[in-house]
């Protein structure tokens, strides 16, 4: 039998109490991960960890240093490290996407999750990689950084730096950090809120005519934190069937 690609592993997924976090904190059990399932809403939190076997749930507001020390605390203590963060937590409702009207404080809200939480979650995280001889940072951006969309890509723009920033600083620890950028993915509750002309307009500039799947991106996280991609960092990958085209 092969053995599993993350067996031994520590892995911080944060927002995964529902949705893609969730999706990531489950694929990387699958593959034999010992998951820290961070999340705000502890209860969601507690409820994946409950369903991920050799899991533990934690709360964490990923903006909060204070908070965040105490979750990678909490992953070192469990399990003795930590191998792999992925930032995934991120405020993304459709408020977010006016810029001249937003009020300063969402927009300092934003960025204080998207962005600096996720430097926050780096940075705490550094020294339980290098007792573990480095480790890899995956950062979830979005295709709409790229897209002038408003506030909230304007925040997944800012992270798509912090990606590269990091991978230079923390290089030397050999610690990788990786971006993903996902276009629309069709959870059941996206498709719901989607107007048919938005679905339409989405699939129309895809090349891969079909909604996007966590599934897709579950694949790419497990490829760029594995040791197939140990000579990648600094990179955004896009993940959304072709809707950027760009060489
Ligand atoms: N769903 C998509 O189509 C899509 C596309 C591109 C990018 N993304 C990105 O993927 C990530 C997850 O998206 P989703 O659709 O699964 O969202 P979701 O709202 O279902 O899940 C986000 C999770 O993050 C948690 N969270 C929010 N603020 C937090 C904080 N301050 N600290 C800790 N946890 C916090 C929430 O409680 C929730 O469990 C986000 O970063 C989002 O921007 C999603």
Redesign the pocket.
Known sequence: MTEKRFAGKSVIV?????????AYAEAFAAEGASVTV????LS?AREAARAIEGSAPVG????DEESVASMVATAVGRFGGVDVLIN?????MGQYNLTSTLPLADWRRLF???VF?AALCARHSRDAMVSRGGGVILN?????SYLGGGA?SVS?LALNGLTLSLAREFAQDGIRVLGI???????E??LERLEDTSKQRILGEQLIRRF?RAEDLVGMALLLCSDDASFVTGQTVTVDGGFIKRV
């Open positions: 944060t927002g995964a109490g529902n949705g893609l976090g969730r961070a999340d705000i809403d969601a964490v507001d990923v903006a995934n937590a991120g405020l993304h204080d999750v998207n939480g979830q951006s979005s295709n709409s909230y997944k950028a996902p276009g629309m993915i069709a959870s509750a996206v996007g």
